[in-house]
């Protein structure tokens, strides 16, 4: 069983930053790509950054130059940095890691960036 719990969401205005962490626990041995998704109202899920066991990190073109993804590997636990957030940036976002070919999903944070 493996649970992966998500805080930071919150409101913002546009312009500021937040931060998301996600911490993975439970059956967690094999634990490699961790990242993050987002989904707004009538969109699809869609990737915002991930990143590997050893650190190669993919960003979507959309964030690229304002979030980083990063992670800690000995708390099992990954961030994102959210600057210079815009309000299409709101969405529930969601952390998403996989293990031994198995992919799992956080319950999901909403990030709401008010213009």
């Known amino acids: 069983q493996v649970q992966l719990v998500e805080s930071g969401g919150g409101l913002v205005q546009a312009g500021g930053s937040l931060r998301l962490s996600c911490a993975a626990s439970g059956s967690i041995f094999g634990i490699s790509t961790m990242g993050w998704y987002r989904q707004a109202p009538g969109k699809q899920r869609e990737l915002v950054a991930v990143i590997t066991s050893g650190g190669s990190t993919n960003y979507a073109d959309s964030v690229k130059g304002r979030f980083t993804i990063s992670r800690d590997n000995a708390k099992n636990t990954v961030y994102l940095q959210m600057n210079s957030l815009k309000p299409e940036d709101t969405a529930v976002y969601y952390c998403?890691?996989?293990?031994?070919?198995?992919?799992?999903w956080g319950q999901g944070t909403q990030v709401t960036v008010a213009s």
């Open positions: 998403n890691t996989r293990i031994r070919n198995t992919y799992y």
